[in-house]
């Protein structure tokens, strides 16, 4: 299984950036998938999940209007839109994949333990910055 986000880097605030994630080795739309990021000093934060289809999201209550998820199974490939960046975005990202095919969701505060997910990329990183 891998996993390869890509898109990450140097965006002014109130900018935009499409991250993807490449998955191989397994078969991708078995699985639902989701992006969680970790900014330094903190733990990882939970920003949105995508069924095997396509058609059922879940997204974090503070990312909501921001960020997007989307997948295209015939690449292989899931996707983090994100709008309307602050300086707080400032971290990791992840692309992970789910443990069966429909996605679930945390709380905000909710602790997000890696062993809830079957694989992690390397991670891209977002800076946010004037």
């Known amino acids: 299984v891998q996993l390869v986000e890509s898109g990450g880097g140097l965006v002014q605030p109130g900018g935009s950036l499409r991250l993807s994630c490449t998955a191989s080795?397994?078969?991708?739309?078995?699985?639902?998938m989701h992006w969680v990021r970790q900014a330094p000093g903190k733990g990882l934060e939970w920003l949105s999940a995508?069924?095997?289809?396509?058609?059922?999201?879940f997204t974090a209550e503070s990312m909501k209007g921001r960020f997007t998820i989307s997948r295209d199974n015939a690449k292989n490939t899931l996707y983090l839109q994100m709008n309307s960046l602050k300086s707080e975005d400032t971290a990791m990202y992840f692309c992970a994949k789910g443990r069966t095919a429909l996605a679930h969701y945390y709380r905000a505060n909710d602790v997000v333990p890696a062993t809830d997910f079957g694989a992690w990329g390397q991670g891209t990183q977002v800076t946010v910055s004037s």
């Open positions: 995508i069924n095997w289809d396509g058609r059922g999201t």
């Open positions: 080795g397994f078969t991708f739309d078995d699985y639902a």
